[in-house]
């Protein structure tokens, strides 16, 4: 695969191999971002902390994703993403091994930072294989390749619930590094040495980035409207862990690592969101999400004590989140040819920096008002993502 891969060019379409070697890579890195969640609970009696003060570990987390994703993502227009790629990689066995360590809950939130910045490769690789792709194939690609994005996600939280619950805490973040470990090396004999073919400067990519984010209202709206969907997708995953411990269930982190298999049904929505994003338009479908999350909130809401209800809620929210999602980044890397990465990193810190966001607010809603609180806040998010959609969809229709 490498000596074919490595002579591809812009257009001519990537192979079915590497878009499931993506997609596979896509998902165990981003598992890492997750593993935290269905944790927290046991975390936070573990090192004697409240729950206000665990929360910084998955906020501090996506942080640090956005972060990596600004100073790495860029280079994926300029470098090879194999060298880098296996960098990211390295760095990440190490800050899991950290994790994996440590015994007070500010040394588990800086490596939590840690772990966000080098979980880069995803938002790399993602764009690399959107760039080989042929105009027809890429809806499809990214579609697929977010499906396994997605399933990382998701399964990351059954994976560390079961984990945690046999073996402590600790042993889900070793375990994840080496994992990572055997990643690497499948990376070093498989992935493609192909690159970007901008000749920029570190420091003009960077630059360039941000003009892009002024010069292409579709691009400013896809970050909004992407903040919005992982804020109000942070606001239940984040306090998910409290409600199912608390009198209404008694529940342990194993159950709430498996709520990742009821979200994983939403997955399956990735590949026919890139589909349809080419055929409706992207607008139209993330409207679509915004109406969908809004309406899990209420489902969610009953969940508070009907866990029939609960999962139900968590099926229509992962649908919305991941339709909008993947309508939103197809429509994001048809704009500008040859400036993929920079273009999905404005999207992607965009959407961390909303996931971040969501988290706090959503921990902030269960402290003063339970799980009515984290409920009234992701709907109140939701409602201002649909009005925000039907607005530029009506000023786009006036343009006509």
């Known amino acids: 695969m490498s000596q074919t891969s490595s002579t591809l060019r812009r257009g001519e379409g990537a192979p079915e191999s590497l878009i499931w070697l993506s997609a596979l890579a896509c998902a165990a890195v981003v598992a890492n971002l997750y593993y935290c969640q269905p944790l927290l609970d046991q975390m936070a009696r573990s090192l004697s902390v409240s729950d206000t003060?665990?929360?910084a570990v998955p906020m501090l987390t996506q942080i640090g994703y956005a972060l990596g994703i600004l100073l790495f993502v860029p280079l994926g227009d300029r470098m090879r993403i194999r060298p880098l790629t296996l960098w990211l990689l390295a760095a990440s066995v190490v800050l899991l091994t950290g994790a994996g360590m440590a015994r007070s809950v500010t040394a588990m939130a800086l490596f939590s930072l840690g772990i966000g910045v080098s979980c880069a490769t995803?938002?790399?690789?993602?764009?690399?294989?959107?760039?080989?792709?042929?105009?027809?194939q890429r809806g499809p690609a990214v579609g697929r390749i977010m499906s396994g994005l997605l399933l990382g996600i998701l399964l990351s939280r059954t994976v560390s619930g079961w984990v945690g619950h046999l073996l402590g805490w600790q042993a889900v973040f070793r375990?994840?590094?080496?994992?990572m470990t055997g990643l690497g090396i499948l990376l070093y004999l498989a992935l493609p040495n192909t690159g970007g073919e901008a000749e920029e400067a570190y420091s003009a990519l960077l630059g360039s980035t941000l003009r892009l984010l002024r010069e292409e209202p579709?691009?400013?709206?896809?970050?909004?409207t992407g903040a919005v969907l992982f804020a109000a997708f942070s606001v239940f995953w984040a306090t998910l862990s409290y409600l199912l411990h608390s009198s209404s269930y008694h529940l342990g982190s194993e159950t709430a690592g498996m709520f990742g298999l009821v979200g994983a049904a939403g997955a399956g929505a990735a590949q026919g969101a890139g589909r349809m994003a080419d055929t409706l338009g992207a607008r139209f479908q993330v409207g679509m999400g915004m109406a969908a999350i809004l309406l899990s909130f209420f489902m969610l809401l009953a969940g508070g004590h009907s866990m029939a209800w609960l999962v139900l809620g968590v099926i229509v929210l992962d649908l919305g989140v991941q339709g909008g999602h993947v309508s939103n980044q197809?429509?994001?890397?048809?704009?500008?040819?040859?400036?993929?990465?920079?273009?999905?990193?404005?999207?992607?810190?965009?959407y961390f920096i909303g996931g971040s966001l969501g988290t706090l607010a959503g921990t902030l809603g269960w402290e003063r008002a339970g799980w009515t609180g984290v409920?009234?806040?992701?709907?109140?998010?939701?409602?201002?993502?649909l009005l925000w959609t039907l607005w530029m969809a009506y000023r786009a229709r006036q343009k006509q």
């Open 375 to 385: 409920c009234v806040t992701g709907m109140g998010i939701a409602l201002c993502g």
């Open 330 to 350: 197809t429509r994001v890397y048809s704009l500008r040819p040859g400036s993929e990465s920079r273009l999905n990193t404005a999207y992607i810190v965009s």
């Open 53 to 55: 003060a665990v929360s």
């Open 122 to 136: 995803p938002q790399i690789l993602l764009p690399a294989v959107a760039r080989l792709c042929r105009p027809e």
């Open 218 to 224: 579709l691009l400013q709206e896809a970050c909004l």
């Open 175 to 179: 375990l994840a590094a080496l994992g």
